[in-house]
């Protein structure tokens, strides 16, 4: 049960941090076990969400599923990649560990609205875009310490990621037409 209290002081932390509250990491556990907490969240998630997405059709093999989560764990490489990068840009005091944590409860959060939504409302989705994008921006600003402008630029790049590795590597490994003579 500890693992899904780290849930409810990850909505306190998250609350705290849009607040701009100066004690937000007290409801995160910012540290390798924190981290570890929050990727087998995300990973049960994850697979819960395959589950309900496929209830259909039947739940996949090991390998779909394998090839389920992969595709799900995109977004958590998307997320490393922004803060990278808006590290190597715009160097300052922001760790990786504050940003990395909160940042994957967040991506939790949109992947279980986000399994919910669509089973119910599709279109509704784009909303839930925004409302990550506005998360990110805050986790940029707050927790990153960046400026306006670096925190939305870090929303942007991390947004454009979220949406366009899964369509990438979609793209470079689906069936190819064979050229015609």
Not at 30 to 44: D, E, K, N, P, Q
Not at 91 to 98: K, T
Not at 132 to 147: D, I, K, Y
């Amino acid at each position: 049960m500890k693992t899904f209290a780290a849930l409810k002081e990850a909505l306190a932390g998250w609350i705290a941090i849009i607040r701009g509250e100066a004690d937000w990491q007290r409801h995160f556990t910012i540290s390798a076990a924190g981290l570890t907490t929050a990727l087998v969240l995300f990973l049960f998630f994850s697979l819960l969400s395959i589950a309900l997405a496929t209830a259909d059709v039947g739940i996949p093999n090991f390998f779909g599923l394998l090839i389920a989560l992969l595709v799900q764990s995109l977004s958590i490489l998307a997320l490393l990649i922004g803060i990278f990068v808006t590290r190597r840009m715009v160097p300052g005091d922001a760790r990786v560990l504050d940003l990395l944590v909160p940042g994957i409860y967040a991506l939790i959060a949109y992947l279980v609205v986000g399994t919910i939504l669509s089973l119910i409302a599709g279109p509704v989705l784009i909303l839930l875009w925004i409302g990550l994008a506005f998360l990110l921006f805050h986790l940029g600003w707050r927790v990153g310490g960046w400026n306006i402008g670096v925190a939305a630029a870090f929303a942007v790049l991390t947004m454009v990621l979220l949406v366009g590795m899964p369509v990438t590597l979609y793209m470079v490994l689906g069936p190819v037409a064979a050229p015609t003579p």
